[in-house]
């Protein structure tokens, strides 16, 4: 599974790299995004959708893999 990041909802909190910095990270423009890579383990599964979840813009979405 990925995450994804609309940089256009995001308001640069960084409550999601705060919970999930494996997943997200602020980028230089003081926006959130999403590391390129797929996660497969279940702890930062659940800390990656906890990091969703509390967005407070809705601005992270799944991205599920074929």
């Known amino acids: 599974m990925k995450f994804k990041v609309d940089e256009s909802a995001c308001i640069g909190c960084g409550a999601c790299t705060c919970i ?5 990270e602020m980028s230089d423009d003081g926006y959130a995004v999403a590391k ?3 996660v ?14 509390g967005c407070p813009t809705s601005a992270i979405t799944e991205q599920k893999e074929d």
């Open 20 to 24: 999930c910095d494996k997943v997200f």
């Open 36 to 38: 390129d890579e797929k």
């Open 40 to 53: 497969t383990d279940k702890e930062t599964l659940d800390e990656a959708t906890e990091a969703m979840e």
